[in-house]
């Protein structure tokens, strides 16, 4: 039973270069999440998608582009990285849309560094 | 602006006694709690939530308390043993957002 699978699980980018964290779920779950994790801050919500064909920004989207592929895939693109991307990065899933009321089960994160 | 603070980085506690973690959040939008556990190298997990129209839930030696006044959460585990070692998210949410708060390390001591 995978739950949420994230890749990669590490990866090292020079500044400028451009990547895509990949997530997938197979829960069957209606909204999927990307988070970032920095010291001190805890997560915070980059995008998220309700449902599939739709995303959203969340607290800090700024520098990041989002893609609900089908209702299994959620991808996080970094187009020019920048050292303060540098970050852990969650994907989470729950089976009900949105924001509201709703517990997220999580990948196990990718450990991100912007050189 | 942290709009979820958890104030405390680190708490130890001996095995068997109770660990009591605590929360805070400042948007009185918020309507549902939830404190998540974490181990290293794995993504949280849930542990147990709150609506705002309760002020406890309890879940076998986890209980969580809602002071809605005082904007004030906390999570009770007793008693505590040292599976329970791990950081502990507390997060509020409303229909449009999601905040997590910076996380208490706790470690339970045999």
């Known amino acids: 039973n995978a739950g949420v699978t994230q890749t990669p699980k590490f990866q090292v980018l020079k500044t400028g270069q451009s990547m895509t964290l990949q997530c997938a779920q197979d829960m069957n779950h209606n909204s999927m999440y990307w988070y970032r994790q920095d010291p001190g801050m805890g997560l915070r919500l980059i995008y998220y998608s309700a449902s599939e064909g739709t995303t959203d920004k969340g607290e800090v989207p700024n520098g990041y582009n989002v893609s609900r592929l089908n209702k299994r895939e959620f991808s996080l693109r970094l187009e020019s990285a920048a050292p303060s991307q540098t970050s852990v990065y969650f994907c989470?899933?729950?089976?009900?849309?949105?924001?509201?009321?709703?517990?997220?089960?999580f990948g196990a994160g990718t450990r991100l560094s912007v050189l | 602006d942290q709009q979820v603070k958890q104030n405390s980085p680190s708490l130890s506690v001996q095995e068997g006694r109770i660990s009591i973690l605590n929360c805070d959040y400042t948007?009185?939008?918020?309507?549902?709690f939830l404190w998540y556990k974490k181990y290293p190298a794995e993504g949280p997990t849930f542990l147990i939530s709150i609506s705002s129209i309760k002020d406890k839930n309890e879940d076998g030696r986890f209980t969580v308390f809602l002071n809605k006044s005082a904007k004030h959460l906390s999570l009770h585990i007793v008693p505590s043993q040292p599976g329970d070692s791990a950081v502990y998210f507390c997060a509020a949410s409303s229909p449009n957002d999601m905040r997590f708060g910076a996380g208490t390390r706790l470690t339970v001591k045999p």
């Open positions: 948007n009185s939008m918020f309507d549902y």
């Open positions: 989470a899933s729950s089976n009900l849309a949105g924001l509201a009321k709703n517990i997220q089960y």
